[in-house]
């Protein structure tokens, strides 16, 4: 008899995007004549850069040719995007991180969900609540949790962001081991400032900790104090993982390419004691189980750290804060408090009440297709989050319509 993995029984019958978005079809076959306007999912909808068409194209037409054609890349990513990344997203803001610390990979998701398969599974959990699923869900696959009472699993540290602490938790005052930061947040779109930065790196060095440090919205960081990197804090690369896209960069949800930093103090331990470096876990892991993205998506993603590229994707991302500022400043004349949508593509809105019957309210009232607080955890309810990734006219027209539904 074969049987299953009944950790996967503990989770919610569906992942959070995925219920929303059948939730919404149901909705749409109910109204076809209904147009809808989508905040919900953080997923872009303007086109790939100039710059990065133009290197995506060259990289295909050189697969056309057997003189330049390649075959399997290395696993952890082609050294001119290694180089480059290390050169841009690190040095160049005095963070020392080197290439051979890069591991290029589909996606800053798959990448905070597998890191977790290196570490022992009776490790200590601290994870935010409200979150982004992925860390939570991936480790009550794996057996880390118990199950579920009451909207949160029995085993996890949370670490509660609420308006009180302006949706930067406090350090925990257990004892923790591996630590989830998110930060400009999803789902909140809150900042953390340098000084609260090293107080996380000063605990988990304290603490033998480790912090996994997902920065997958750094691109719209606008405050020039906000440090974009962890690694901008001193020691930081003993005690943390850092988690880059360029999804929500450059437009890359459908391209796929993202990548971790795991720089080689960073260190972890063995039951006896011994100190092993992570970074050779996580390499040895990388070439077992990827064999890379591909050629054209890699030369598509260098082509970021170009002056075009650059030019180009400032103004991507200028185009959603623009939509951002709208949506705030619009839900703020409506009444609602609001954080994010400065240096972030989201809007955490308070709102009263139960946040599935205000995203019910919105879809079948106002058309409007939002993210209810309450699926990021049970600190999210009472809050909704809006998405700033859609047209400048689809989101005046979302707040006409929410404005005339209130
Ligand atoms: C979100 O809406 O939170 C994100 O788009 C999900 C993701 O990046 O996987």
Redesign the pocket.
């Known amino acids: 008899m074969i049987t299953i993995n009944d950790n996967y029984l503990k989770l919610q019958s569906s992942y959070l995007?995925a219920g929303i978005s059948q939730r919404v079809q149901t909705f749409q076959k109910e109204h076809p004549e209904r147009e809808l306007v989508w905040m919900g999912?953080?997923?872009v909808t303007r086109p790939l850069p100039d710059a990065c068409i133009t290197a995506f194209h060259k990289a295909v037409d050189e697969m056309a040719d057997a003189r330049t054609f390649r075959g399997y890349g290395p696993s952890e990513g082609y050294d001119f995007l290694r180089d480059a990344i290390a050169q841009h997203d690190f040095q160049a803001r005095g963070a020392d991180i080197s290439a051979d610390e890069i591991f290029v990979s589909d996606g800053a998701?798959c990448d905070t969900a597998n890191i977790q398969e290196i570490f022992a599974q009776d490790i200590r959990l601290a994870i935010p609540d409200p979150v982004?699923p992925?860390y939570l869900d991936t480790n009550v696959m794996a057996g880390r949790t118990g199950p579920q009472q009451d909207g949160r699993y029995q085993g996890v540290t949370y670490l509660d962001s609420t308006p009180a602490n302006g949706y930067v938790p406090a350090l925990p005052t257990e004892p923790v081991d591996l630590i989830y930061l998110c930060f400009p947040n999803?789902?909140t779109g809150a900042t953390a400032t340098r000084e609260q930065l090293k107080a996380w790196v000063d605990w988990a060095r304290e603490n033998k900790a480790l912090i996994l440090f997902d920065a997958?919205y750094e691109a719209y960081i606008r405050d020039e104090h906000l440090p974009h990197s962890i690694y901008e804090i001193p020691g930081a690369q003993e005690v943390a993982i850092e988690f880059r896209s360029y999804?929500k960069t450059a437009g890359f949800t459908g391209v796929r390419c993202a990548y971790a930093v795991v720089p080689k103090a960073c260190t972890a331990w063995t039951a006896a004691g011994k100190p092993v470096a992570v970074r050779d876990l996580w390499s040895r892991r990388h070439n077992t189980k990827f064999n890379g993205v591909s050629y054209p998506v890699q030369r598509a993603a260098a082509a970021v750290y170009g002056a075009d590229g650059q030019r180009q994707v400032r103004a991507l991302t200028d185009y959603y804060l623009a939509n951002a500022a709208c949506a705030r400043t619009a839900l703020q004349e409506m009444g609602f408090k609001c954080t994010g949508g400065d240096n972030s593509p989201y809007i955490w809105v308070q709102i009263k009440g139960d946040s599935w019957a205000f995203f019910d309210r919105l879809l079948q009232k106002a058309g409007v297709v939002c993210?209810p607080g309450a699926g990021f955890g049970r600190c999210g309810e009472g809050h909704i989050r809006m998405?700033a990734f859609n047209s400048l006219e689809n989101t005046q027209e979302a707040m006409r319509r929410i404005a005339a539904t209130l």
Do not use: E, L
């Open positions: 995007f999912i953080g997923d998701k982004y992925v999803n789902p997958a999804s993210t998405s």
